[in-house]
């Protein structure tokens, strides 16, 4: 079946950390894979993608590489700010079908 | 880009009562829309599936009389939680596929809907 597993949190960093939150999934066929981030009583918004191995997302300083030979999908940044503090949202897609992890919290404080 | 809406974006409600949540994609034409639950602290849950002019499609375990879905028009879908329960509070989530932009299979995803039923 298809699944996604992300590290659990919460996240508490430092400004100006590296951020590293742990994805990866299991599916059948060639999925393609989303990072979605959401902020404190709004929906989710769209972070980045990849939609097939070795592309790489990157979106306000976030970067995530589809690794098909690990099954992968890390979310990285080199320099967190304040404003990133927010669950993180794993996904994959095939077809029509979502199917989400269960988001890490992340907060930055200054 | 492609935006959709909700609305409202909070409820509360008396237990017994139903809430209508409208979903609306603002600039684009929507075939297909999509209902997601959250859970405090939990993933997306995806309800039902719902095509404009046909029946929606539940996801197993959700409750079709319960949770009514009607996708009326290429722009509007809704969701009404009938004789809605305190266990029935959560964050509802709506999403639209645009089948007419060059992204066909991307998803964009609605504020969502915080429904507390006292």
């Known amino acids: 079946g298809n699944s996604v597993t992300q590290m659990e949190g919460p996240v508490t960093l430092s400004e100006e950390a590296f951020l590293t939150i742990n994805c990866t999934y299991t599916a059948t066929g060639y999925p393609s894979l989303f990072w979605y981030v959401q902020y404190p009583g709004e929906g989710l918004q769209l972070l980045l993608k990849a939609t097939k191995a070795d592309d790489k997302g990157s979106n306000k300083g976030f970067e995530a590489t589809y690794r098909k030979e690990t099954t992968s999908f890390h979310l990285e940044k080199g320099s967190v700010q304040v404003s990133d503090s927010a669950v993180y949202f794993c996904a994959l897609r095939t077809g029509n079908q979502f199917y989400f992890g269960t988001g890490t919290s992340l907060t930055v404080i200054p | ?118």
């Not at chain 2, 979903?23 to 602290?41: E, G, I, V």
């Not at chain 2, 719902?50 to 722009?75: C, M, P, R």
């Open chain 2, 1 to 118: 880009g492609a935006v959709v809406s909700q609305h409202p974006s909070r409820v509360i409600c008396k237990s017994g009562t139903s809430v209508k949540i409208e979903c609306r994609s603002l600039d684009f034409q929507a075939t297909t829309m999509f209902w997601y639950r959250q859970f405090p602290k939990k993933s997306l849950m995806l309800m039902a599936t719902s095509n404009e002019g046909s029946k929606a499609t539940y996801e197993q375990g959700v409750e079709k009389d319960k949770f009514l879905i009607n996708h009326a028009s290429l722009t509007l879908s809704t969701l009404t939680v009938t004789s809605a329960h305190p266990e029935d509070s959560s964050f509802y989530i709506c999403s639209a596929r645009a089948p007419g932009l060059a992204e066909s299979n991307e998803q964009f995803f609605g504020p969502g809907t915080r429904l507390t039923v006292l």
